[in-house]
Protein backbone atom coordinates (compact mmCIF):
# COMPACT_ATOMS: atom_id res chain seq x y z
CA UNK A 1 0.00 0.00 0.00
CA UNK A 2 1.76 3.05 -1.48
CA UNK A 3 0.85 6.69 0.29
CA UNK A 4 1.76 9.54 -2.76
CA UNK A 5 2.44 12.92 -2.01
CA UNK A 6 0.16 15.28 -4.01
CA UNK A 7 2.23 17.95 -3.79
CA UNK A 8 5.61 16.76 -5.76
CA UNK A 9 3.88 13.68 -6.97
CA UNK A 10 6.44 10.98 -5.22
CA UNK A 11 5.92 7.83 -2.88
CA UNK A 12 6.20 8.77 0.47
CA UNK A 13 5.51 5.44 2.18
CA UNK A 14 5.13 1.93 1.10
CA UNK A 15 3.29 -0.45 4.00
CA UNK A 16 2.43 -4.03 3.63
CA UNK A 17 -1.35 -5.13 3.29
CA UNK A 18 -2.80 -7.15 6.25
CA UNK A 19 -3.62 -10.80 4.91
CA UNK A 20 -6.73 -12.45 5.34
CA UNK A 21 -4.77 -14.69 8.31
CA UNK A 22 -3.57 -11.12 9.40
CA UNK A 23 -7.30 -9.70 9.30
CA UNK A 24 -8.20 -13.29 11.37
CA UNK A 25 -6.14 -12.28 14.55
CA UNK A 26 -6.17 -8.38 14.15
CA UNK A 27 -10.46 -9.09 14.95
CA UNK A 28 -9.95 -11.60 17.43
CA UNK A 29 -7.48 -10.33 19.92
CA UNK A 30 -10.35 -6.70 19.19
CA UNK A 31 -13.38 -8.56 20.06
CA UNK A 32 -10.75 -10.19 23.40
CA UNK A 33 -10.10 -6.84 24.29
CA UNK A 34 -13.68 -5.84 24.18
CA UNK A 35 -14.34 -8.52 26.69
CA UNK A 36 -12.19 -6.80 29.76
CA UNK A 37 -12.73 -3.00 28.24
CA UNK A 38 -16.57 -2.99 28.34
CA UNK A 39 -16.03 -3.52 32.08
CA UNK A 40 -13.20 -0.89 32.44
CA UNK A 41 -14.95 2.31 34.70
CA UNK A 42 -15.04 5.54 33.42
CA UNK A 43 -12.51 7.42 35.15
CA UNK A 44 -9.99 4.91 34.03
CA UNK A 45 -11.21 5.74 30.30
CA UNK A 46 -11.60 8.92 31.05
CA UNK A 47 -8.00 8.96 32.12
CA UNK A 48 -6.53 7.72 28.66
CA UNK A 49 -8.48 9.86 26.53
CA UNK A 50 -7.51 13.05 28.18
CA UNK A 51 -3.61 11.56 27.45
CA UNK A 52 -4.65 10.90 24.21
CA UNK A 53 -5.74 14.09 23.39
CA UNK A 54 -2.25 15.71 25.23
CA UNK A 55 -0.18 13.19 23.27
CA UNK A 56 -2.14 14.51 19.89
CA UNK A 57 -0.93 18.37 20.55
CA UNK A 58 2.29 17.45 21.67
CA UNK A 59 2.97 15.82 18.16
CA UNK A 60 0.66 17.72 16.36
CA UNK A 61 3.67 19.34 14.31
CA UNK A 62 4.95 15.70 12.64
CA UNK A 63 1.48 14.48 12.71
CA UNK A 64 0.56 17.56 10.34
CA UNK A 65 3.88 17.04 8.36
CA UNK A 66 2.27 13.02 7.70
CA UNK A 67 -1.30 14.32 6.56
CA UNK A 68 0.11 17.30 4.63
CA UNK A 69 2.33 14.64 2.49
CA UNK A 70 -0.38 11.95 2.65
CA UNK A 71 -2.99 14.14 1.68
CA UNK A 72 -2.01 17.60 0.34
CA UNK A 73 -3.25 19.58 3.14
CA UNK A 74 -2.07 22.66 3.99
CA UNK A 75 0.03 22.54 7.08
CA UNK A 76 -1.68 25.28 9.16
CA UNK A 77 -4.96 23.10 8.26
CA UNK A 78 -3.59 20.05 9.38
CA UNK A 79 -2.24 21.54 12.30
CA UNK A 80 -5.87 22.55 13.19
CA UNK A 81 -7.31 19.05 12.26
CA UNK A 82 -4.61 17.65 14.82
CA UNK A 83 -5.95 20.54 17.81
CA UNK A 84 -9.36 19.75 17.33
CA UNK A 85 -8.61 15.54 17.68
CA UNK A 86 -7.68 16.82 20.64
CA UNK A 87 -10.59 19.07 21.55
CA UNK A 88 -12.77 15.85 20.79
CA UNK A 89 -10.68 13.67 22.98
CA UNK A 90 -11.58 15.91 26.26
CA UNK A 91 -14.99 16.84 24.56
CA UNK A 92 -15.69 13.08 25.59
CA UNK A 93 -13.46 12.22 28.54
CA UNK A 94 -15.47 14.95 30.19
CA UNK A 95 -18.99 13.88 29.47
CA UNK A 96 -19.13 10.63 28.50
CA UNK A 97 -20.24 9.39 31.76
CA UNK A 98 -23.25 12.26 32.16
CA UNK A 99 -23.79 11.31 28.39
CA UNK A 100 -24.32 7.54 29.61
CA UNK A 101 -25.94 7.42 32.71
CA UNK A 102 -28.59 5.11 33.59
CA UNK A 103 -31.68 7.59 33.38
CA UNK A 104 -34.77 6.73 35.68
CA UNK A 105 -38.09 6.02 34.35
CA UNK A 106 -41.17 6.60 36.84
CA UNK A 107 -43.94 3.55 35.80
CA UNK A 108 -45.59 1.26 38.26
CA UNK A 109 -42.93 -0.71 39.21
CA UNK A 110 -40.49 -0.98 42.03
CA UNK A 111 -37.36 0.71 40.05
CA UNK A 112 -37.42 0.89 35.88
CA UNK A 113 -34.51 2.75 34.11
CA UNK A 114 -32.95 3.04 30.88
CA UNK A 115 -29.31 1.95 30.88
CA UNK A 116 -26.50 2.42 27.93
CA UNK A 117 -23.93 -0.58 28.06
CA UNK A 118 -21.60 -1.12 24.88
CA UNK A 119 -22.40 -3.14 21.96
CA UNK A 120 -18.86 -4.43 20.64
CA UNK A 121 -16.30 -4.05 17.86
CA UNK A 122 -16.99 -1.24 16.19
CA UNK A 123 -15.89 -0.79 12.26
CA UNK A 124 -14.59 2.20 11.12
CA UNK A 125 -14.34 3.01 7.26
CA UNK A 126 -13.11 6.63 6.98
CA UNK A 127 -11.79 8.45 4.31
CA UNK A 128 -8.85 10.43 3.08
CA UNK A 129 -9.48 14.22 3.19
CA UNK A 130 -9.32 14.76 6.91
CA UNK A 131 -7.83 11.69 8.16
CA UNK A 132 -7.57 12.38 11.54
CA UNK A 133 -10.22 14.24 12.90
CA UNK A 134 -12.43 11.88 10.83
CA UNK A 135 -11.48 9.03 13.02
CA UNK A 136 -11.51 10.48 15.99
CA UNK A 137 -14.93 11.97 15.98
CA UNK A 138 -15.95 8.08 15.96
CA UNK A 139 -12.82 6.37 18.50
CA UNK A 140 -13.78 9.18 20.87
CA UNK A 141 -17.16 8.35 21.83
CA UNK A 142 -16.66 4.67 20.78
CA UNK A 143 -14.12 3.76 23.23
CA UNK A 144 -15.24 6.47 25.72
CA UNK A 145 -18.69 4.08 25.50
CA UNK A 146 -16.79 0.62 26.38
CA UNK A 147 -16.54 -0.53 22.79
CA UNK A 148 -13.77 -1.20 20.80
CA UNK A 149 -12.67 0.15 17.48
CA UNK A 150 -11.39 -1.59 14.41
CA UNK A 151 -9.98 1.23 11.42
CA UNK A 152 -10.18 0.76 7.94
CA UNK A 153 -8.65 3.46 6.27
CA UNK A 154 -8.45 5.30 3.35
CA UNK A 155 -5.55 3.64 1.15
CA UNK A 156 -3.69 6.83 0.61
CA UNK A 157 -3.43 7.54 4.15
CA UNK A 158 -1.99 3.92 5.61
CA UNK A 159 0.65 6.07 6.92
CA UNK A 160 -2.10 8.91 8.80
CA UNK A 161 -4.07 5.01 9.79
CA UNK A 162 -1.18 3.33 11.82
CA UNK A 163 -0.36 7.05 13.91
CA UNK A 164 -3.59 7.18 15.09
CA UNK A 165 -2.73 3.37 16.06
CA UNK A 166 0.04 3.94 17.78
CA UNK A 167 -1.29 7.20 19.52
CA UNK A 168 -3.58 5.39 21.19
CA UNK A 169 -1.01 2.87 22.57
CA UNK A 170 1.34 5.49 23.66
CA UNK A 171 -1.56 6.92 25.30
CA UNK A 172 -1.87 3.82 27.33
CA UNK A 173 -5.15 2.14 26.61
CA UNK A 174 -5.32 -1.57 27.05
CA UNK A 175 -3.40 -3.54 23.57
CA UNK A 176 -5.79 -3.66 21.37
CA UNK A 177 -8.63 -1.86 22.16
CA UNK A 178 -7.77 0.02 18.79
CA UNK A 179 -6.55 -1.31 15.80
CA UNK A 180 -5.81 -0.35 11.87
CA UNK A 181 -6.12 -2.98 9.14
CA UNK A 182 -4.73 -2.02 5.65
CA UNK A 183 -6.86 -3.64 3.32
CA UNK A 184 -8.83 -2.70 0.02
CA UNK A 185 -12.37 -1.50 0.18
CA UNK A 186 -12.98 -4.46 -1.63
CA UNK A 187 -12.09 -6.69 1.06
CA UNK A 188 -14.77 -4.79 3.44
CA UNK A 189 -17.96 -6.97 2.69
CA UNK A 190 -16.19 -10.34 4.85
CA UNK A 191 -14.81 -8.03 7.46
CA UNK A 192 -18.57 -6.59 8.50
CA UNK A 193 -19.84 -10.34 7.63
CA UNK A 194 -17.83 -11.30 10.91
CA UNK A 195 -19.93 -12.04 13.93
CA UNK A 196 -17.51 -10.33 16.25
CA UNK A 197 -17.93 -6.82 14.58
CA UNK A 198 -21.30 -5.80 15.84
CA UNK A 199 -21.62 -2.26 13.91
CA UNK A 200 -20.36 -0.01 11.16
CA UNK A 201 -19.87 3.80 10.77
CA UNK A 202 -18.54 5.26 7.48
CA UNK A 203 -17.79 8.34 5.80
CA UNK A 204 -17.65 8.61 2.27
CA UNK A 205 -19.47 8.78 -0.75
CA UNK A 206 -22.86 7.84 -1.22
CA UNK A 207 -22.28 4.63 -3.62
CA UNK A 208 -19.47 3.55 -0.85
CA UNK A 209 -22.22 3.87 2.07
CA UNK A 210 -25.24 2.05 -0.09
CA UNK A 211 -22.44 -1.03 -0.55
CA UNK A 212 -21.56 -1.14 3.46
CA UNK A 213 -25.22 0.01 3.81
CA UNK A 214 -26.33 -3.17 2.03
CA UNK A 215 -23.82 -5.99 3.27
CA UNK A 216 -24.97 -4.43 7.03
CA UNK A 217 -28.00 -4.70 6.72
CA UNK A 218 -27.68 -8.25 5.31
CA UNK A 219 -26.56 -9.51 8.45
CA UNK A 220 -28.43 -6.90 10.94
CA UNK A 221 -25.73 -4.52 11.99
CA UNK A 222 -25.97 -1.35 13.03
CA UNK A 223 -24.59 1.49 10.71
CA UNK A 224 -24.37 5.32 10.73
CA UNK A 225 -23.30 6.41 7.39
CA UNK A 226 -21.82 10.32 6.66
CA UNK A 227 -21.69 10.46 2.58
CA UNK A 228 -21.69 13.14 -0.14
CA UNK A 229 -23.08 16.55 0.19
CA UNK A 230 -24.12 19.75 -1.90
CA UNK A 231 -24.22 22.36 0.65
CA UNK A 232 -26.38 25.54 -0.37
CA UNK A 233 -25.42 28.97 0.94
CA UNK A 234 -27.88 31.74 0.34
CA UNK A 235 -27.21 34.94 0.12
CA UNK A 236 -30.06 37.12 1.20
CA UNK A 237 -30.69 41.02 -0.26
CA UNK A 238 -29.92 42.38 3.64
CA UNK A 239 -26.96 40.06 4.01
CA UNK A 240 -23.41 41.32 4.73
CA UNK A 241 -21.97 41.34 1.81
CA UNK A 242 -18.00 41.99 2.30
CA UNK A 243 -18.32 39.35 4.93
CA UNK A 244 -20.32 37.12 3.42
CA UNK A 245 -18.36 36.69 -0.13
CA UNK A 246 -15.23 36.24 2.56
CA UNK A 247 -16.71 33.57 4.50
CA UNK A 248 -18.63 31.97 1.03
CA UNK A 249 -15.04 31.79 -0.45
CA UNK A 250 -13.45 30.14 2.50
CA UNK A 251 -15.97 27.86 3.08
CA UNK A 252 -15.86 26.26 -0.38
CA UNK A 253 -11.65 27.00 -0.39
CA UNK A 254 -11.17 25.01 2.82
CA UNK A 255 -9.10 21.94 2.06
CA UNK A 256 -8.91 22.36 -1.35
CA UNK A 257 -12.40 22.44 -1.68
CA UNK A 258 -12.67 18.60 -0.28
CA UNK A 259 -14.76 18.34 1.99
CA UNK A 260 -18.88 16.97 2.74
CA UNK A 261 -19.56 19.94 3.84
CA UNK A 262 -17.74 22.28 2.11
CA UNK A 263 -20.15 25.22 0.37
CA UNK A 264 -20.63 23.92 -3.48
CA UNK A 265 -23.63 26.07 -4.34
CA UNK A 266 -24.21 29.73 -3.94
CA UNK A 267 -27.46 31.04 -4.12
CA UNK A 268 -28.15 34.83 -4.79
CA UNK A 269 -30.63 37.22 -4.39
CA UNK A 270 -30.88 38.72 -7.24
CA UNK A 271 -30.16 42.82 -5.55
CA UNK A 272 -27.50 41.67 -4.35
CA UNK A 273 -25.95 39.23 -7.30
CA UNK A 274 -23.19 41.62 -8.77
CA UNK A 275 -21.92 43.32 -5.45
CA UNK A 276 -21.31 39.60 -4.15
CA UNK A 277 -20.13 37.87 -7.24
CA UNK A 278 -17.46 40.94 -8.00
CA UNK A 279 -16.15 40.42 -4.30
CA UNK A 280 -16.62 36.90 -4.86
CA UNK A 281 -14.29 36.30 -7.68
CA UNK A 282 -11.95 38.62 -6.06
CA UNK A 283 -11.94 35.96 -3.18
CA UNK A 284 -11.38 33.44 -5.21
CA UNK A 285 -9.23 34.30 -7.31
CA UNK A 286 -6.33 35.47 -5.15
CA UNK A 287 -6.04 31.83 -3.61
CA UNK A 288 -3.09 30.89 -5.61
CA UNK A 289 -1.64 27.44 -5.09
CA UNK A 290 1.62 25.88 -4.22
CA UNK A 291 3.20 23.80 -1.16
CA UNK A 292 1.30 23.07 1.23
CA UNK A 293 3.71 23.17 4.10
CA UNK A 294 4.02 26.80 3.19
CA UNK A 295 2.87 29.48 5.07
CA UNK A 296 2.43 31.69 2.25
CA UNK A 297 0.19 29.13 0.10
CA UNK A 298 -3.69 29.30 -0.06
CA UNK A 299 -4.93 26.88 -1.81
CA UNK A 300 -3.31 23.34 -1.41
CA UNK A 301 -3.14 20.00 -3.95
CA UNK A 302 -5.72 18.01 -4.33
CA UNK A 303 -5.50 14.30 -2.61
CA UNK A 304 -5.03 12.85 -5.88
CA UNK A 305 -4.56 13.54 -9.66
CA UNK A 306 -7.50 11.23 -10.70
CA UNK A 307 -9.67 12.95 -8.47
CA UNK A 308 -8.33 16.56 -9.96
CA UNK A 309 -9.24 14.96 -13.17
CA UNK A 310 -12.53 13.69 -12.84
CA UNK A 311 -13.53 17.15 -10.86
CA UNK A 312 -12.09 18.68 -14.76
CA UNK A 313 -14.16 16.92 -16.30
CA UNK A 314 -17.34 17.98 -14.33
CA UNK A 315 -16.55 21.08 -15.31
CA UNK A 316 -15.93 20.98 -18.93
CA UNK A 317 -18.96 18.61 -19.15
CA UNK A 318 -20.65 21.73 -17.48
CA UNK A 319 -19.67 24.33 -19.62
CA UNK A 320 -20.28 22.21 -22.80
CA UNK A 321 -23.46 22.33 -21.23
CA UNK A 322 -24.23 25.69 -21.09
CA UNK A 323 -22.40 27.31 -17.86
CA UNK A 324 -20.15 30.09 -18.27
CA UNK A 325 -16.80 29.76 -16.77
CA UNK A 326 -15.88 32.88 -14.60
CA UNK A 327 -12.76 31.79 -13.39
CA UNK A 328 -9.75 28.85 -13.52
CA UNK A 329 -11.18 25.16 -14.99
CA UNK A 330 -8.12 24.26 -16.16
CA UNK A 331 -5.46 21.72 -15.23
CA UNK A 332 -2.00 23.80 -14.24
CA UNK A 333 1.17 22.47 -15.81
CA UNK A 334 3.31 20.06 -13.56
CA UNK A 335 3.29 16.87 -11.46
CA UNK A 336 1.35 18.36 -8.28
CA UNK A 337 -2.55 17.72 -8.22
CA UNK A 338 -3.73 21.19 -8.45
CA UNK A 339 -6.71 22.85 -9.55
CA UNK A 340 -7.53 26.25 -9.59
CA UNK A 341 -10.25 28.15 -7.57
CA UNK A 342 -13.12 27.87 -10.28
CA UNK A 343 -16.04 29.42 -10.72
CA UNK A 344 -19.59 28.90 -13.04
CA UNK A 345 -22.54 30.66 -13.60
CA UNK A 346 -25.46 30.51 -15.22
CA UNK A 347 -25.77 26.49 -14.03
CA UNK A 348 -28.32 24.79 -14.72
CA UNK A 349 -30.65 21.18 -13.76
CA UNK A 350 -28.99 18.59 -15.94
CA UNK A 351 -25.20 19.67 -15.78
CA UNK A 352 -22.85 17.89 -13.21
CA UNK A 353 -22.39 21.56 -11.41
CA UNK A 354 -26.36 21.16 -10.43
CA UNK A 355 -26.48 17.61 -10.14
CA UNK A 356 -23.64 15.74 -8.93
CA UNK A 357 -21.25 16.87 -5.92
CA UNK A 358 -17.52 19.15 -7.04
CA UNK A 359 -15.70 17.67 -4.51
CA UNK A 360 -12.71 20.31 -4.97
CA UNK A 361 -12.56 23.93 -5.52
CA UNK A 362 -15.29 24.54 -7.48
CA UNK A 363 -18.38 27.02 -6.84
CA UNK A 364 -21.59 27.13 -8.67
CA UNK A 365 -23.31 30.53 -8.58
CA UNK A 366 -27.01 30.53 -8.80
CA UNK A 367 -29.04 34.20 -9.23
CA UNK A 368 -32.74 34.15 -8.15
CA UNK A 369 -35.41 36.64 -7.44
CA UNK A 370 -37.51 35.98 -4.40
CA UNK A 371 -36.48 34.05 -1.41
CA UNK A 372 -38.78 31.20 -2.12
CA UNK A 373 -36.83 30.42 -5.59
CA UNK A 374 -34.04 30.53 -3.01
CA UNK A 375 -35.48 27.70 -0.37
CA UNK A 376 -36.52 25.51 -3.38
CA UNK A 377 -32.98 25.79 -5.42
CA UNK A 378 -31.50 24.91 -2.07
CA UNK A 379 -33.99 21.97 -1.47
CA UNK A 380 -33.48 20.48 -5.31
CA UNK A 381 -30.62 18.09 -4.53
CA UNK A 382 -30.67 14.55 -3.56
CA UNK A 383 -28.03 15.50 -1.03
CA UNK A 384 -29.49 17.34 2.25
CA UNK A 385 -26.31 17.19 4.59
CA UNK A 386 -25.39 21.29 5.55
CA UNK A 387 -26.33 24.61 4.02
CA UNK A 388 -26.14 28.01 5.51
CA UNK A 389 -28.21 31.64 5.42
CA UNK A 390 -26.55 35.12 5.23
CA UNK A 391 -29.33 38.02 6.41
CA UNK A 392 -29.11 40.88 8.69
CA UNK A 393 -32.40 39.67 10.05
CA UNK A 394 -31.28 37.06 12.62
CA UNK A 395 -35.32 35.85 13.04
CA UNK A 396 -36.00 35.54 9.39
CA UNK A 397 -32.68 33.61 9.43
CA UNK A 398 -33.10 31.12 12.03
CA UNK A 399 -36.99 30.82 10.46
CA UNK A 400 -35.63 29.84 6.74
CA UNK A 401 -33.11 27.56 9.14
CA UNK A 402 -35.66 25.40 11.34
CA UNK A 403 -38.50 25.33 8.80
CA UNK A 404 -36.72 26.27 5.61
CA UNK A 405 -33.90 24.24 4.45
CA UNK A 406 -33.73 20.46 4.22
CA UNK A 407 -30.43 19.33 5.51
CA UNK A 408 -28.67 17.67 8.66
CA UNK A 409 -27.29 21.09 10.02
CA UNK A 410 -27.77 25.01 8.85
CA UNK A 411 -25.65 28.08 10.04
CA UNK A 412 -26.86 31.40 9.89
CA UNK A 413 -24.08 33.91 8.70
CA UNK A 414 -20.80 31.38 9.05
CA UNK A 415 -19.78 28.83 7.36
CA UNK A 416 -20.93 24.93 8.13
CA UNK A 417 -18.80 23.02 10.07
CA UNK A 418 -18.37 20.44 12.74
CA UNK A 419 -18.64 20.66 16.44
CA UNK A 420 -18.27 18.44 19.05
CA UNK A 421 -20.96 19.56 21.16
CA UNK A 422 -23.62 19.09 18.75
CA UNK A 423 -25.40 16.57 16.24
CA UNK A 424 -23.32 15.85 13.00
CA UNK A 425 -25.36 14.04 9.54
CA UNK A 426 -27.17 14.32 7.26
CA UNK A 427 -30.89 13.21 5.52
CA UNK A 428 -31.71 11.86 2.31
CA UNK A 429 -28.25 10.82 -0.23
CA UNK A 430 -26.10 12.55 2.56
CA UNK A 431 -26.61 9.50 5.20
CA UNK A 432 -28.30 9.02 8.37
CA UNK A 433 -27.70 8.79 11.90
CA UNK A 434 -25.49 11.38 13.58
CA UNK A 435 -21.95 11.76 15.32
CA UNK A 436 -20.75 13.72 17.97
CA UNK A 437 -22.57 15.66 20.72
CA UNK A 438 -24.63 13.37 23.41
CA UNK A 439 -26.55 11.72 20.30
CA UNK A 440 -23.07 10.57 18.41
CA UNK A 441 -22.11 8.83 21.47
CA UNK A 442 -25.82 6.83 21.93
CA UNK A 443 -25.50 5.36 18.79
CA UNK A 444 -23.52 2.88 19.03
CA UNK A 445 -24.50 1.48 22.53
CA UNK A 446 -27.22 -0.99 23.56
CA UNK A 447 -29.96 1.32 24.85
CA UNK A 448 -31.35 -1.30 27.75
CA UNK A 449 -34.63 -1.38 29.52
CA UNK A 450 -34.13 -3.01 33.49
CA UNK A 451 -37.32 -3.13 35.34
CA UNK A 452 -37.83 -4.76 38.62
CA UNK A 453 -41.69 -5.60 39.83
Known amino acids: ?186 ELKPIIEDPRVKAVTLTGSTPAGKAVAATAGAVLKKTVLELGGSDPYIILDDAQIPEAARLCASARLLNAGQSCIGAKRFIVLDRVYEAFLEQFLNEMKAARFGDPLDEETLLAPMARLDLRDELHQQVQKSVQQGARLLCGGYIPEGEAAFYPATVLADVKAGMPAYDEELFGPVAALFRVKTEEEAIALANDTVFGLGAAVFTSDHEKGLKLAEKGLDAGCVFINDFVKSDPRLPFGGIKQSGYGRELSLVGIREFVNVKTVVLK
Open 1 to 186: MKAINPYTGKVCGTYPRHNQNDLAQIIGKVDSAFQSWRNSGFEQRSGLMLRLGELLLSKKEWLSVLISSEMGKLKREAIAEVEKCAWVCRYYAENAEQFLANEPVDIEARKAFVSYQPLGTVLAVMPWNFPFWQVFRFLAPALMAGNTGLLKHASNVPGCALAIEQMVEEAGFPANVFRTILVAGA
